[in-house]
């Protein structure tokens, strides 16, 4: 991202290329974002970024949050960002002690049935806690009304875009 996080000059598709990796991609939630602009702040960014996750037709938050990878995805299979959130970039060593075989099994049954239940990905932001810290509170998530599932999956999008979009601060030596 440019050292301008608003980009409120940028073109469209600048505009949508610098964002994509904060919200894993997610196509019709950054256009409506492009549209939105301009922001001025971070501050003012972030909270249209949230009112606008939660007023956007239903299956437009579900392409939202199903942008995010499922917890405990192969690490193959998930976004540069993801990867170190999920805590792939670790020793293969510590990950092999720290995520035993029978953690990646229960998450793969969690994640079965919570997409069953709700129609929609487990995304949390995760926050440095490993995946086997993660799994009473996916298990806690299934007996959750679908609608503040949703709600809350759409709230923590707009959190892990804030934590990335600081990662990327740190990363090129600027403040937020």
Do not use: W
């Not at 301008?4 to 964002?19: K, N, Q, R, T, W």
């Not at 196509?27 to 922001?39: C, K, N, Q, S, W």
């Not at 938050?61 to 995010?68: R, W």
């Not at 995304?123 to 298990?139: H, K, N, Q, S, Y």
Request: hydrophobic share 45%.
């Amino acid at each position: 991202m440019s050292s301008d996080p608003i980009l409120d000059g940028a073109s469209d598709e600048a505009y949508v290329a610098a964002l994509a990796p904060l919200f894993e991609g997610a196509p019709r939630y950054l256009a409506r974002l492009a549209a939105a602009r301009p922001f001025e702040t971070r501050e003012a960014f972030f909270a249209q970024a949230r009112a606008i996750a939660h007023e956007m037709p239903e299956a437009e938050q579900i392409e939202l949050v199903d942008a995010h990878p499922r917890l405990g995805a192969p690490p193959g299979t998930v976004s540069a960002m993801s990867y170190v959130e999920q805590g792939y970039d670790v020793d293969p060593k510590a990950e092999a002690i720290a995520d035993p075989v029978d953690i990646a099994a229960e998450l793969q049954r969690l994640n079965d049935e919570y997409e069953a239940r709700f129609g929609f990905r487990y995304c949390v932001f995760v926050a440095g806690r490993t995946r086997e810290e993660l799994v009473p509170d996916m298990a806690a998530a299934l007996g959750e009304e679908r609608d503040d599932e949703l709600h809350r999956a759409l709230d923590a999008v707009v959190d892990i875009a804030q934590d990335r979009l600081a990662t990327l601060d740190r990363t090129n030596g600027e403040t937020t």
